[in-house]
């Protein structure tokens, strides 16, 4: 939907290493977001992003960094990782007041 | 935190039409409501919003209050692919960022 390509669909990793997430953008769509999804939760904002180079904290941003060197790349970082960030993340786009779409995530598991 | 309740869970018949309530009692008067849907483990597909006056699309109907302080998605003939979590959302919106707050959704399952 909305050309959104999340990379890798699927990662197991190690406590303590880093670990980089992509999501990428086909629409040119200004607004970028980070979720997370964690079993009997909904999906909660990580991090987002309002153009190249401006990014802002989301609810649960602990541990979590971002950059967003283009329009269509949106990078989360786990520069740690630990295994309370298993959970399936879902990268979202949007302009300016339209909804927001979603890929079809990346399941990562801390080990 | 979000600002809305859902039921954890609702039954529908297939063929049936299925009506989703949500209550958003301290929604602001310049916030949406929106409706989102996921299907297994996919991203959450954008249903229909809405801010005061009722709303219809190919997918559903979106009815709202007068007080605005509760809403329900209509699906008018629910399908077996119409089983999902649906996600009520008010949109808060401070300047121009456009932050969705998930809450915990409701699971409908549509049966045979």
């Known amino acids: 939907d909305a050309g959104i390509t999340q990379s890798p669909r699927h990662k197991v990793t190690e406590t303590g290493t880093p670990v980089t997430l992509r999501c990428h953008q086909t629409?040119?769509?200004?607004?970028m977001y980070w979720y997370r999804q964690d079993p009997g939760h909904g999906l909660r904002l990580i991090h987002y992003?309002?153009?190249?180079?401006?990014?802002d904290k989301g609810e649960v941003s602990d541990g979590y960094s971002v950059s967003r060197s283009k329009t269509e790349d949106f990078l989360l970082t786990l520069e740690s990782a630990t295994s309370s960030q298993t959970s399936v993340y879902f990268c979202?786009?949007?302009?300016?007041?339209?909804?927001?779409?979603f890929g079809n995530g990346t399941r990562l598991t801390v080990t | 935190d979000a600002k809305t309740t859902q039921p954890p869970s609702m039954d529908c018949a297939e063929g049936r039409a299925a009506n989703l309530p949500c209550n958003h009692s301290?929604?602001?008067?310049?916030?949406?409501v929106y409706w989102y849907r996921q299907i297994h483990s996919q991203g959450p597909q954008y249903i229909i919003h809405?801010?005061?006056n009722n709303e219809t699309n190919e997918m559903a109907s979106l009815i709202i209050t007068e007080d605005r302080k509760s809403s329900t998605l209509i699906l008018p003939h629910a399908t077996l692919r119409d089983t999902a979590v649906y996600y009520c959302?008010?949109?808060?919106?401070?300047?121009?960022?456009?932050?969705?707050?998930f809450g915990s959704g409701t699971k409908l399952n549509v049966k045979p």
């Open positions: 979202g786009t949007g302009l300016g007041s339209s909804p927001l779409h």
């Open positions: 992003s309002y153009g190249v180079k401006d990014t």
């Open positions: 301290t929604i602001s008067g310049n916030e949406y």
């Open positions: 959302i008010v949109r808060v919106d401070p300047g121009n960022f456009n932050k969705f707050y």
């Open positions: 809405g801010l005061k």
């Open positions: 629409e040119n769509h200004r607004y």
